[in-house]
């Protein structure tokens, strides 16, 4: 007698062992409008790699087994070691490989570095974040840390080999005896998140640009990176600080980390409450003067914020879409199921509005429009950030219980999604950010918001949109409408993108659906006339 009590039946295949580059018409797209010439095969040979089986099945791992913190060793001593599972090494290891941590600085002068390529990497970046997004956090890091390092010349000469390295080195070594380095930061403080000036840990002059730190920081981001750029108190002000895991002389430095954070999602990536004993630190930029130099990377690492978020809702409309295609409900595909097929056809549609919007802002730092980066990137962020929990979640819900269940990747996408909209500024600390922007330069904003009006053309909705957001920004009450006001200029700006890379239709639905009105429930908007069209697009 066989021990099988019945044949599984009517259950989609696990999803694996697909091109993420190739079955993605809206990324294709939207490189091709907003860059140059693109490396469409080294994307295409990157999109196969990441879509793996193996390579999805290594960011399944490395979050069912998260790090652990070894604060002393066997004899007693200070230890201060985080261990990570093979799987998330791995992870690291590869996207080193592909540049994710540095490709944009790439052959940068030290004395005057300039980034190039943030369109591809961005690409790059929003398929390696639906595999595994905890990871990329030292990668973001990483990168944008070197803008605020140009403002230390020679530190940066010197780190510059070993940051832009393709070699993952993950062995606790002093940074110049390794083949590569990652970085990391420390801004936040138990009694001031947002409120950086509020920091106590003081910095105290040792002779020419050293300090000793003593204080602590509440989130310490990415712990075994090789150093860290941390605000402190010196006597001019709050400081920006290189602070390296190893002294110069090759001790190891006095950063104790007391534990771990235990986060709802982010699960493979540590972030530690550290205390500073004395610890070496070198000083970047002027002493005083440390916001300025955080904001030189603020900017892109809140890029990274929007495009990771744009990139796991992707994934999440994957899974969805891939379910669909393989599972019977009342005897058809539950694809071809009417109610169905339209939730999913307003998934896609919001998804290739999200790819556009993100895309064209990488695009915009490629292009040195430093208008549009400074009022735009606080408004992405906070539209797809926010977006992405609710989008996530829709995706689930196609998929019934078995998108519930931790076999499938859905749980960790959801889990992973708020973090985005939470780091590097809340999403009212953007929307006051636009604010700021917007009061500093009005003509910047009219003339931004005139410039998506006209790239959006006709599209329904967008002479109000445009004088919603003007209004807003300069009404009597502009702080307690901004979240408004940022929201529109976010969806101006996805349908003005939508307009340079997408077929008109799916420009016209996004527009009438969105930005003539606000959105509906996933399902209740009209996009019928673009179903097959953004369905098709989606699926590649």
Not at 77 to 99: C, N, Q, T
Not at 424 to 435: F, H, I, K, N, P
């Amino acid at each position: 007698m066989s021990d099988d009590t019945h044949e599984v039946l009517n259950q989609s295949p696990p999803f694996g062992d697909a091109n993420l580059f190739a079955a993605d018409l809206p990324l294709r797209g939207a490189l091709a409008a907003f860059g140059p010439a693109s490396d469409a095969e080294g994307l295409a040979a990157f999109g196969g790699r990441w879509g793996a089986a193996e390579r999805l099945d290594l960011g399944r791992l490395a979050n069912a087994h998260p790090p652990d913190l070894r604060t002393h060793d066997a004899s007693g001593h200070r230890a201060d070691r985080v261990e990570f599972h093979p799987a998330y090494h791995a992870l690291m290891a590869a996207s080193v490989a592909d540049g994710l941590h540095a490709s944009i600085w790439d052959g940068a002068d030290p004395r005057a570095p300039r980034a190039r390529g943030h369109l591809v990497r961005a690409a790059r970046q929003y398929m390696v974040a639906g595999v595994e997004s905890g990871h990329l956090c030292p990668m973001t890091m990483t990168s944008a840390a070197v803008a605020a390092l140009g403002l230390a010349p020679d530190h940066l000469a010197a780190w510059l080999p070993k940051i832009t390295s393709r070699t993952y080195d993950p062995r606790f070594r002093p940074w110049h005896e390794k083949a590569g380095v990652t970085l990391g930061m420390g801004m936040t403080e138990k009694q001031g998140g947002t409120d950086v000036r509020a920091n106590t840990t003081r910095a105290a002059p040792l002779g020419g640009d050293a300090y000793a730190l003593t204080g602590h920081k509440w989130f310490f981001s990415a712990p075994m990176s090789d150093a860290f750029l941390v605000l402190a108190q010196a006597p001019a002000g709050l400081t920006c600080l290189l602070v390296p895991r190893h002294r110069p002389d090759g001790a190891v430095n006095a950063l104790r980390l007391q534990r771990l954070k235990d986060k709802l999602g982010n699960r493979s990536n540590a972030s530690a409450e550290v205390e500073f004993a004395g610890a070496f630190g070198w000083r970047i930029g002027e002493e005083g003067r440390g916001v300025p130099a955080i904001l030189a990377m603020v900017q892109l690492t809140r890029l990274d914020c929007a495009v990771a978020s744009a990139g796991l809702c992707r994934m999440a409309l994957v899974l969805a879409l891939h379910h669909a295609r393989h599972r019977r409900v009342f005897r058809k595909p539950l694809l071809d199921q009417p109610a169905m097929r339209r939730v999913l056809a307003d998934l896609a549609l919001e998804s290739e509005a999200q790819t556009a919007l993100t895309m064209r802002l990488a695009a915009a730092f490629d292009r040195g429009e430093t208008a549009r980066t400074r009022l735009l990137t606080p408004a992405v962020k906070y539209a797809v950030c926010k977006a992405a929990p609710g989008f996530v979640y829709e995706a689930m819900e196609a998929l019934g219980g078995n998108g519930y269940v931790e076999e499938s990747p859905l749980p960790r996408l959801y889990r992973e999604a708020p973090v985005n909209a939470i780091w590097e500024g809340s999403g009212t600390v953007m929307a006051l950010d636009v604010l700021r922007a917007a009061a500093r330069a009005p003509e910047e904003i009219a003339g931004l918001v005139a410039d998506l009006a006209e790239e959006a053309a006709d599209l329904p909705g967008t002479r109000e949109a445009a004088a919603d957001i003007l209004a807003a920004l300069r009404a009597p009450d502009a702080e307690a409408r901004v979240r408004f006001a940022t929201g529109r200029l976010a969806t101006l700006a996805a349908a003005a993108a939508l307009a340079t890379c997408a077929p008109p239709a799916v420009a016209e639905a996004y527009a009438a659906t969105r930005l003539s009105r606000e959105r509906a429930m996933y399902g209740a908007n009209g996009v019928g006339a673009v179903t097959e069209m953004v369905l098709g697009r989606a699926l590649g």
